[in-house]
């Protein structure tokens, strides 16, 4: 057999009471890495890839419509790409990754996350229904029980982020706050440079 190696931050202490000793040593730990982890890392490359695309175009079309910083809906080259958002967005996961450890983040971007597609979807039925908008306009498979399925499960993950890290999603509650904050000030700067400007 070999020697138990203590782990960083009590990793043996939750292998030995998650899968048994014998799981705690060695071959354990290389059954864990490729059987868990590797599909793991595998599934939140795919993820990060897919954020890369999305998370700057945002910014971008925030930024274009006036509703954050103008140097954002700045594009470049000749693909006309959004560099200017990739590397605030570059910037924002190298703070996140060198501030806190793997499971606080899981929480504070699940909480989050769970909570603003929770209120898109909210904010999607609503409209649906003071709009009185046709059908085909919001086709939904198994509407309206899927969205309330999926609002459900958004509201369990947000109430189990709270439960078990309390002050890491009371963070992800200051960082909309702050958020917020920043965003009426941006369109404040931009009412009073329009009104400057006519």
Not at 116 to 122: N, S
Not at 124 to 132: A, F, G, H, S, V
Request: with cysteine; aromatic share 12%.
């Amino acid at each position: 057999m070999f020697p138990v190696v203590p782990l960083a931050s009590g990793e043996y202490v939750y292998l030995r009471e998650a899968f048994g000793r014998p799981m705690a040593f060695l071959p354990g730990r290389i059954f864990l890495i490729v059987g868990f982890s590797a599909p793991i890392a595998i599934g939140l490359l795919s993820v990060i890839s897919a954020m890369i695309l999305a998370g700057p175009r945002v910014y971008y079309a925030m930024a274009r419509d006036g509703a954050f910083v103008d140097g954002l809906a700045r594009l470049k080259g000749r693909h006309q790409t959004p560099v200017y958002s990739i590397i605030l967005q570059g910037l924002l996961a190298i703070a996140m990754v060198l501030s806190a450890s793997f499971d606080k983040l899981l929480i504070y971007i699940g909480f989050t996350l769970s909570l603003f597609a929770a209120l898109t979807v909210c904010g999607l039925l609503l409209i649906r229904k003071r709009n009185n908008a046709p059908v085909a306009d919001y086709r939904t498979w198994g509407y309206p029980v899927t969205p309330l399925v999926f609002i459900a499960g958004n509201l369990w993950i947000i109430y189990y982020s709270i439960m078990i890290k309390p002050l890491v999603s009371a963070v992800g509650l200051i960082t909309i706050g702050i958020g917020i904050l920043v965003y009426l000030l941006i369109k404040r700067l931009h009412a009073k440079e329009n009104k400057g400007r006519s």
